[in-house]
């Protein structure tokens, strides 16, 4: 049952454990932004339910003035995996040995009950309506194709005037313990996919056939062997990984007509989904004959500079862990990658070694520690802004 008493809200267990026990399988939903809402509502927020396609998605403010402060994240999850494989029902939401275990429970509902907890535990201590406002952005589409979520939540704030300043997006940013990372960027990613067309028929007769497969894989080992790079001072060397070579021959005696690959690349500042394409479209031209290519990028590579931002996260998970956190960029994307074109944006959350995993979990303290972060982080934010 959603809490509706605002002192309830300042534990972040209860909130944690009623949305983990909605399963809400990207694009379901199945009540995980009611059980929000109903919290965020009794803590005074304006809430706005934003459907599009099949995705519901929830923007909630309090406050009418600027600065706004905006925590973000994600309701939806992905699949279980094989039941038989966990402990428990992975939509139980079981509390056991110190550890909340369920699916979602790093990635990432426990912070968005921190989210809550944090903003509960900090209201009594300020008179916020002449410092600023509070925003949650919240979408049930991250862990799908990311079309209906976020990205359409943005333009619709866009349409509607409202503007953030500063946004943390609670994503598990902590490779082991917890303290250790905030991301301040996150590199991009594109996906290509190349098929090399030939002339089908008898491996006999070659010379009436054109073998595509050899000409693939010359290609594949001129990408494969470019150094893009060195890295940078913010992000590791971008890298291009082959994932998938497919002929769909099951015949020992025929030359194929075609022959496909696949492959991502993960890359930093120094280049653009655009000039890599031109890149990869200069290789296939000089080895590849007569081909057919799809590149698909679903974000470019982004940094929030150090500065007054990155500190004000930095010393308060500082003050709660005693860790003076890394500022990193690794690891996959991120919503982040939408968010940073509206205003500064970073990532800190629990710790992600469980992640989309059987079992996955997370340990109480961590949880509590995390709604400290941000209750402190709010704190700072709003101290400094009045």
Not at 131 to 153: C, F, P, Q, R
Not at 299 to 304: E, K
């Amino acid at each position: 049952m959603a809490p509706h008493d605002p002192d309830s809200l300042k534990a972040p267990l209860p909130l944690a454990t009623d949305l983990i026990r909605c399963p809400s399988v990207t694009p379901a939903d199945e009540g995980a932004l009611d059980v929000l809402q109903s919290g965020l509502t009794a803590l005074g927020f304006d809430c706005h339910r934003l459907p599009f396609g099949d995705v519901d998605n929830l923007y909630a403010r309090l406050g009418a003035k600027a600065p706004v402060f905006c925590f973000a994240g994600h309701t939806d999850v992905v699949p279980v995996g094989d039941r038989s494989g966990w402990s428990v029902d992975p939509f139980e939401a079981k509390v056991e040995d110190g550890l909340l275990i369920g699916r979602g429970a790093s990635d990432m509902k426990s912070a968005i009950a921190a989210f809550v907890a944090a903003v509960a535990r900090f209201l009594p201590t300020t008179d916020l309506s002449s410092k600023g406002s509070i925003a949650l952005l919240i979408t049930g589409d991250e862990e799908g194709v990311a079309t209906n979520g976020t990205v359409k939540v943005l333009e619709w704030m866009a349409q509607k005037g409202e503007q953030l300043d500063h946004c943390v997006v609670g994503e598990p940013t902590n490779p082991l313990e917890f303290g250790e990372m905030v991301k301040i960027g996150r590199r991009g990613s594109l996906n290509g996919v190349l098929t090399v067309q030939g002339t089908q028929g008898h491996v006999a007769y070659p010379h009436l056939s054109d073998n595509p497969v050899p000409r693939l894989l010359e290609t594949l080992s001129a990408l494969d062997a470019k150094v893009l790079d060195e890295g940078t001072p913010h992000f590791q060397p971008s890298n291009l990984e082959i994932t998938s070579i497919d002929i769909g021959n099951n015949a020992t005696n025929v030359i194929p007509a075609s022959a496909t690959a696949r492959f991502n690349i993960r890359f930093n500042d120094q280049h653009t989904a655009t000039s890599l394409e031109t890149w990869i479209r200069g290789v296939c031209d000089q080895s590849a004959g007569t081909y057919d290519l799809k590149c698909v990028s679903s974000g470019g590579a982004f940094v929030t500079q150090p500065g007054m931002f990155t500190d004000l996260i930095s010393g308060a998970i500082e003050k709660v862990t005693g860790r003076k956190p890394e500022l990193s960029t690794s690891g996959g994307t991120s919503d982040a990658r939408f968010i940073k074109d509206h205003c500064a944006v970073a990532e800190f959350g629990l710790v992600g070694k469980t992640m989309h995993k059987i079992d996955e979990q997370c340990r109480l303290e961590d949880m509590e520690a995390l709604t400290e972060v941000y209750r402190e982080i709010l704190a700072r934010y709003f101290s400094a802004a009045g």
